[in-house]
């Protein structure tokens, strides 16, 4: 049973942009078939509002504005007039598309803030953060780099980038260094807030199970739900932002205050069409995200608990879109493999509506998606070209040659019929978001209509009986019409111009799909065809991927040896046994356990390894041990490591486990004694 049209609002959004860089094809995997989406439940006949807006808070973006000299707010005008444009040049039409730093998301943000801090969700902790001493400042999010606290890999400040992809809090960080002058930086107390996201642990366990969209947000999301959450810092220090309630000395976290931004950006729609926000977040709606699936965490658990304690209308549903790959290459900015809108795509003359297609019908939604020039080449020039423009060009010329408008004839039942069962088809893949399913029911529709025309033979039957003719170009002018509703969505300026030339002056983006199979009126005038579709010759691939090949070159030689994480971080290199033998290894038995309480993965334990007293080391096997079974425990001790501190706690030494799970290495016989020597 279709679950649109309803008297139910829609509205839908996309994730925010980052106004801190130029748009790529991977910002459209979500943002194009959101718009599908969108068109589709319009020609269903459905209430539906579309919004989006450019994210323009969080320390990458006052980053990037000290390095090019310029205030942030001069570089997100930059971005969003970018974005914005982009967007409407790929016929992406949002009904308001506003930005985070508005006044109206300001006010948003501190009236939900406050209701959260009025309902006891919201306290105050103090925490430590890291500070440079040298520059004398609080190092928030990705102005710390250091060692992830889960896996040991390589991370920034708020999300381990490299390794286990988690979220990091604020102190979490080992051995942190601020990026700005690459000192080493330390731990200093300051007050932050925090939200209660603990506290919602049973409401979510219960909403996802319920909540609508694609498996792989709602399951991603239970996996978290099932573990135990915890509170997140919600307060950061910074100038540029939104000022916390209350502390004006901190602003908020920017994904506190970018979702917000969705009902901000519904409030700037409603005040310039006469409408309700209202009606959407706090009345019975249907509230539709299209995201990156690098975002399900933020907007299935965090955002909906946000929403619940503050009682708005909740998600509806999650739509998270796979991955991208550029040539089966990881999608990857620094290295070369990435593919810019403007400059890669539209500047070379390509059609928007060629990359519409491309990306709805590539793969599913779901999936990993990649973009190869060859491959697009192929899927324009088969598709595009073999199937649906050959369909639409013939019978249109052969209509426009021999009558010069739509003949007298009666619509089979079978063509008719084989319409509206495409519509259904079509409709119940869209509304399930398997936006590929959609487009190939769609150009069934045209394979259709060409064997149609080959069988009927009308460039022969027009010499014998040009009534009977007639009869066989209304059929196949029906089906041009069906097809011409059917893939605006998909197609809108092409299937805008398609309409035009099948004599129709009304507006085909308003025209709705049981339109597609009502009778195409005979006498209506037809204009000259033109092709709809070009062939890509293979001279401009090869230019296309010759520039992204020297991309990709470029991008190397840059990176080199003055990476600097390679050269802080290098790979191991052969050692000769002298060198070996420099390192002491020793057997030791671990006689006390303590948790360090600040740390999810650190312990501090006392290991005997013969000398007069017990070394004290901190070792990252928290999660892979209980303290019960690690006391008396025999391990392996590396002895003369350098001391370090890790989360404040002095270590003096290292046990030996494998990198990937943190399994210890230990004694084959456990009668080993104490500080026994190993090798």
């Known amino acids: 049973m279709s679950i649109f049209p309803s008297d139910k609002p829609v509205l839908v959004t996309c994730g925010l942009p980052y106004a801190n860089g130029k748009a790529h094809i991977g910002h459209l995997r979500t943002y194009v078939p959101a718009d599908i989406y969108v068109r589709s439940l319009r020609k269903m006949g459905q209430e539906v509002v579309f919004v989006c807006g ?10 990037n504005a000290e390095k090019l000299g310029m205030t942030p707010t001069e570089l997100v005008e930059i971005y969003h007039s970018h974005f914005n444009q982009v967007f409407k040049n790929l016929n992406v039409n ?8 508005d006044s109206t998301n300001h006010n948003r943000t501190h009236e939900i803030l406050n209701r959260l801090i ?14 440079c001493p040298s520059c004398d400042r609080f190092l928030p999010d990705r102005y710390v780099e250091g060692v992830c606290p889960h896996c040991d890999e390589i991370s920034r400040g708020d999300e381990c980038d490299q390794g286990c992809g988690k979220h990091l809090e604020p102190g979490e960080l080992l051995e942190p260094i601020c990026t700005i002058c690459r000192g080493k930086a330390a731990y200093k107390d300051q007050e932050h807030y925090f939200f209660k996201l603990s506290s ?40 540029w932002g939104v000022p916390f309630p209350g502390n004006e000395d901190l602003v908020v976290y920017v994904w506190v205050d970018a979702p917000i931004g969705y009902i901000a950006f519904t409030e700037e729609w409603a005040q310039a069409n006469n409408d309700s926000w209202e009606k959407i977040w706090k009345g019975d709606s249907r509230i539709v995200h299209f995201i990156g699936g690098d975002i399900i965490y933020h907007h299935c658990i965090f955002w909906p608990s946000m929403l619940k304690g503050a009682e708005y209308t909740l998600p509806w549903a999650v739509v998270a879109s796979g991955m991208l790959k550029i040539e089966n290459k990881t999608f990857s900015k620094t290295r070369g493999y990435v593919v810019w809108v403007d400059e890669d795509y539209l500047d070379h003359g390509f059609h928007p509506d060629l990359l519409r297609y491309y990306l709805a019908s590539y793969t599913s939604h779901t999936k990993e998606l990649n973009f190869a020039w060859n491959i697009f080449q192929e899927k324009i020039n088969t598709e595009l070209v073999g199937v649906l423009g050959n369909f639409i060009y013939r019978t249109l010329l052969f209509a426009y040659k021999n009558f010069g408008e739509v003949p007298e004839g009666d619509i089979e039942d079978d063509v008719i019929s084989k319409i509206k069962s495409i519509i259904y088809e079509y409709r119940e893949f869209t509304e399930s978001y398997e936006f590929k399913r959609s487009a190939d029911i769609a150009m069934s529709l045209a394979s259709y209509g060409n064997s149609y025309f080959q069988s009927k033979e009308p460039w022969k039957l027009i010499k014998e009986d040009k009534d009977a003719c007639g009869v066989v170009i209304a059929n196949c002018l029906q089906l041009v019409k069906a097809l011409a509703i059917i893939f605006e969505p998909i197609l809108p300026e092409k299937m805008e111009i398609l309409w ?23 006498g209506q005038k037809l204009s000259k065809p033109l092709t709809l579709f070009e062939k890509i010759d293979d001279s401009k691939i090869e230019q296309m991927e010759e520039i992204a090949s020297n991309r990709v070159k470029v991008a190397d030689e840059a990176a080199g040896i003055k990476n600097k994480k390679s050269e802080e971080f290098k790979e191991k290199k052969v050692v000769n046994y002298d060198e070996f033998s420099k390192l002491d290894f020793r057997v030791g038995k671990i006689v006390e356990v303590e948790d360090i309480p600040k740390s999810k993965n650190l312990i501090k334990l006392s290991v005997d390894i013969g000398e007069d007293k017990p070394r004290q080391i901190v070792a990252g096997i928290k999660n892979q041990y209980s303290l019960q079974e690690l006391n008396g425990k025999s391990v392996v001790v590396l002895v003369n490591l350098k001391p370090v ?14 990198k990937e799970n943190g399994t210890l290495i230990v004694p084959e016989k456990y009668d080993c004694s104490p500080g026994s020597n190993i090798c």
């Open 54 to 63: 450019s994210d323009t808070h969080g320390t990458p973006i006052v980053l």
């Open 94 to 101: 949002f009904d308001s598309f506003g930005t985070t730093h």
């Open 118 to 131: 009025e309902k006891d969700y919201v306290y105050s902790k103090v925490i430590e953060i890291a500070y």
């Open 200 to 239: 919602f642990q049973d409401f979510l366990d219960t909403y996802l199970n319920q909540l609508g969209g694609t498996l792989n947000a709602r399951n991603y999301a239970l996996g978290w739900v099932n573990k135990k959450l915890d509170d997140w810092c919600i307060s950061r220090t910074l100038e």
């Open 500 to 522: 035009e030339q099948l004599g129709y002056n009304s507006d085909i983006h308003l025209i709705q799909y049981d339109e597609a199979a009502a009778k195409i009126e005979a």
């Open 645 to 658: 501190k890790l989360c404040g706690v002095k270590s003096e030494g290292m046990l030996l486990a494998t």
